[in-house]
C-alpha cells in the first residue's frame, strides 16, 4: 500500500468520497483499533485540515482521550458532559454550529467554534466517539454528519 495520500480539492462530498475510498485502504488488513483510528484521523486532517480531529474511547464509564490531531486536549469526559459526553449518552451525532450556545461544552481550545460528535458503535453500545473541532463558526452540517458516520462504521 502507498503510505502517500491523494488530497482532492474537489466539493466536500468529493473529497469525503476520495478520503474513505483511501481509510478503506488504509484499514485492510489492520485490526489494531488504535492503529487504524490514528490513521483515520490523520487521513481526515490532511484532506480537511480542521482546527482538531480526533478520538475519546470509553474506559471505566469515561470518556478517555485516543488517537488525535491537533492541539492537546482534555483527556477525560464523563457520560452526559459536554458535546462528546451527550453524543455519547443519547448515542446520536451531534452538530453543533455555535459551542457557546451547547449548554456545557467543554472547551479544550478556545479557538474552537463548532464542532461535530459521532458515536462510534460496537455491538450495539457507543464505545468512544470521533470529535471534530473548527476555528469557524457553523462549519459542519449533514452532508459531514452522514460522511463521518460512514466512515466510523468502517471501524469494527
Ligand atoms: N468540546 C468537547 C471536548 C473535547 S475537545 O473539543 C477536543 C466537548 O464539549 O465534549
Known amino acids: 500500500m502507498a503510505e502517500d495520500l491523494q488530497i482532492s480539492k474537489g466539493t466536500k462530498?468529493?473529497?469525503?468520497?476520495?478520503?474513505?475510498?483511501q481509510i478503506k485502504g488504509l484499514l485492510e488488513g489492520e485490526m489494531d483499533l488504535v492503529a487504524n483510528l490514528a490513521n483515520?484521523?490523520?487521513a481526515l486532517k490532511e484532506q480537511f485540515n480542521w482546527w482538531w480531529v480526533g478520538f475519546y474511547?470509553?474506559?471505566?464509564?469515561?470518556?478517555?482521550?485516543?488517537p488525535f490531531q491537533g492541539p492537546v486536549a482534555c483527556t477525560r469526559i464523563r457520560k452526559g458532559r459536554g458535546v462528546?459526553?451527550?453524543?455519547w449518552a443519547q448515542a446520536k451525532t451531534l452538530v453543533v454550529p455555535d459551542v457557546e450556545?451547547?449548554?456545557?461544552h467543554i472547551a479544550c481550545s478556545s479557538f474552537s467554534k463548532s464542532e461535530i460528535v459521532v458515536p462510534l458503535f460496537y455491538r450495539g453500545e457507543v464505545?468512544?466517539?470521533l470529535d471534530v473541532d473548527s476555528e469557524q463558526m457553523?462549519?459542519?452540517?449533514?452532508?459531514?454528519?452522514?460522511?463521518?458516520?460512514?466512515i466510523v462504521s468502517l471501524i469494527n
Open 40 to 42: 483515520i484521523g490523520a
Open 101 to 104: 450556545q451547547f449548554p456545557g
Open 84 to 87: 462528546c459526553g451527550t453524543s
Open 57 to 66: 474511547l470509553v474506559k471505566n464509564d469515561e470518556l478517555v482521550l485516543g
Open 127 to 129: 464505545a468512544g466517539v
Open 13 to 21: 462530498e468529493e473529497q469525503y468520497i476520495s478520503i474513505i475510498q
Open 138 to 150: 457553523n462549519h459542519f452540517d449533514e452532508t459531514d454528519k452522514k460522511y463521518l458516520e460512514e
